[in-house]
Nanobody, 124 residues
């Protein structure tokens, strides 16, 4: 049974930082492309960042470029999202997702597995 469990969310002031962690089990982590998405109240879930099997390729939404960094540790079956210079508009539930295979999708339909999400709230 595949499980993705996000942690590290919380309340932070604008300009602050958080690091999200996604711990995985039940899958061959190093053979899954991984992604982060977020969903704000009343909005659709949107792409944030994605990373290839060994971290050699990463993709980020324009809205987070220069502020967020996605990384992974295959030895620990863990995905990370370092978020710096946070803005109120970054407030959302953040989800990690896994895709079997080498493709690195930037849409929700491209992923097989999802975590339950972790809340990030940025106050102004």
């Amino acid at each position: 049974q595949v499980q993705l469990v996000e942690s590290g969310g919380g309340l932070v002031q604008a300009g602050g930082s958080l690091r999200l962690t996604c711990s995985s089990s039940g899958l061959t982590f190093s053979r899954h492309s991984m992604g982060w998405f977020r969903q704000a109240p009343g909005k659709e879930r949107e792409f944030v960042a994605a990373i290839s099997w060994f971290g050699g390729s990463t993709y980020k939404a324009d809205s987070v470029k220069g502020r967020f960094t996605i990384s992974r540790d295959n030895a620990k079956n863990t995905l990370y999202l370092q978020m710096n210079s946070l803005k109120p508009e970054d407030t959302a539930v953040y989800y990690c997702a896994a895709r079997t295979g080498a493709n690195i999708p930037t849409t929700t339909t491209g992923y097989n597995y999802w975590g339950q999400g972790t809340q990030v709230t940025v106050s102004s």
